[in-house]
């Protein structure tokens, strides 16, 4: 059924309108006493009314909307939409044809009056005038042109194009570039098979064939926006500019006028790239551009998606595995680079002081925290103060002692490595340390003889078989 209703709406864009005029362009047509034909390959055909002010380019925009709007006033399904959008968009601002009623003819290129403003290109219109569009082929009838040039892309080719024709389509060599001089043209045989390769000095010009692929050749520039972004507790927070592969962190911390004296090198992290920007947005107040997010984030998962296919196609993982695995795989990606140790970075010789990063780094610099935070199975669970030298049982005591249900092992997780470990009297206490008592484990008496249960009939599957064994073999 949609297929019928995209054929007929395809259709009717098509038709020549000339015959329903409104009372608005007879109007028009009574005012200017101009009449345009538009024939060729456009999405509305026909003649229409025009006034004496307007030109070429003006003229058509206001018929190709008018086409626009009749095809798809009483459209609702979005992919018939896009489709039908997309149809209407099929035609050429290149190689337009207009024929005047004296029998003058002139071609016209409203591509480049639109990007160049070239006024021979947009003529204003007389009566009778008729503008021909030229076959739609973009596929077959083009050019290509690529490197260092303001605006790259696919163009449609219209006989006698020259090479000043694709750089004037491509808005000129791009500033940003030096030294160009020379372009390179790639050419296929009519068989695809052959390639012959011209260069061409500039600022020569040649005449250029169909597909054409134009490489205006340039070493690539490197004067981009490197930066790392540093947050935290340095006197100059925000995004520093850097080097290509050259700025160490070191020179960073430098360029932040260095720590404060609130902060905390333990627990400082480097973030590598922008995977991680997005999940610090909230927590330091920076405003990121919402489809900068997006995108990071959509490129993020497909990352770790595709590195995990890649993982468990080779692996032996069995399913329970794979949720650890998987959350452990994110882990890696968001916390690539944060296993850094801060604290050495006073020394000029130290590893972390001479560490490369990279353009799009993510630099954390927490606040000390002067407390231990004490949660899970005890009765006030919360920061405590701070004490150095005291081990867990202290921190236990403050947050008001261990519950009812609390399990014996006991954890301490440290805050700056994250890492869990058995709760002992010579584990150091430190700074930013949690302390986590779990909850033991309940169980209901339906419970333990479900779990029993389980034993029982396991052994008594073993002591079955075993019979059997010893009848056969008696």
């Not at 601002?93 to 009056?113: A, Q, V, Y």
């Not at 507790?233 to 720590?259: C, R, S, W």
């Not at 595995?321 to 452990?328: G, Q, R, S, V």
Request: proline residues 3%; negative net charge.
């Amino acid at each position: 059924m949609n297929k019928l209703i995209l054929l007929f709406l395809l259709i009717f864009s098509t038709l020549n309108f000339s015959q329903t005029i409104s009372r608005e362009q007879q109007s028009m047509l009574s005012l200017s006493g101009i009449s345009v034909t538009i024939g060729g390959t456009f999405p509305l055909t026909g003649s229409f009314p025009a006034l004496i002010t307007e030109r070429v380019d003006q003229f058509v925009t206001r018929i190709y909307n008018e086409a626009v709007s009749r095809s798809l006033t009483n459209v609702q399904d979005e992919e018939i939409l896009k489709k039908v959008k997309e149809d209407l968009s099929k035609y050429s601002l290149r190689g337009i044809l207009l024929k005047r009623s004296n029998g003058e003819e002139i071609t016209l290129d409203l591509e480049k009056f639109r990007l160049l403003g070239d006024f021979n290109n947009n003529p204003y219109l007389k009566n009778d005038d008729v503008i021909i569009f030229p076959p739609y082929d973009i596929e077959r009838n083009f050019f290509v042109i690529r490197g260092a040039v303001n605006r790259p892309g696919k163009y449609f080719f219209v006989e006698g194009d020259k090479l000043s024709d694709a750089l004037e389509l491509s808005m000129g060599i791009n500033p940003a570039f030096e030294n160009v001089k020379e372009v390179l043209i790639n050419r296929l045989s009519y068989d695809g098979q052959k390639k012959e390769e011209i260069k061409i000095q500039l600022p020569n010009d040649v005449e250029l064939k169909r597909g054409d692929q134009i490489i205006v050749e340039s070493n690539e520039t490197q004067r981009k926006d490197f930066y790392v972004l540093i947050l935290g507790e340095v006197n100059q927070p925000g995004y520093i500019p850097i080097t290509k592969n050259t700025t160490k962190i070191g020179d960073v911390i430098k360029l932040a006028k260095g720590f404060t004296k609130n902060a905390s090198l333990k627990r400082s992290r480097l973030f590598r790239g922008n995977s991680i920007t997005p999940l610090l947005e909230k927590q330091y107040g920076i405003k990121l551009d919402d489809d900068i997010v997006t995108r990071n984030q959509e490129l993020l998962e497909k990352m770790v998606d595709f590195e995990q296919a890649m993982m468990f196609r080779m692996s032996n993982l069995v399913e329970e595995d794979k949720y650890y695995f998987e959350t452990e795989n994110q882990y890696r990606v968001l916390n690539e680079g944060s296993a850094i140790d801060f604290s050495k970075i006073y020394d000029e010789d130290s590893e972390i002081n001479n560490f490369i990063v990279e353009s799009g780094d993510v630099i954390i610099i927490p606040p000390l925290t002067s407390t231990v935070y004490v949660f899970g199975q005890v009765a006030n669970p919360g920061f405590i103060k701070f004490v150095k030298d005291k081990d867990y049982q202290y921190y236990l005591t403050e947050a008001g002692g261990i519950g009812k249900y609390a399990e014996d092992e006991i954890m301490i997780i440290k805050g700056s490595s994250k890492n869990w470990i058995p709760a002992a009297k010579d584990v150091l206490i430190e700074d930013g340390d949690f302390v986590f008592v779990p909850k033991e484990r309940i169980k209901s008496f339906r419970t333990t003889a479900m779990e029993w249960g389980g034993y029982f009939s396991i052994i008594g599957s073993i002591a079955t078989v075993i019979l059997l064994i010893f009848q056969i073999t008696k």
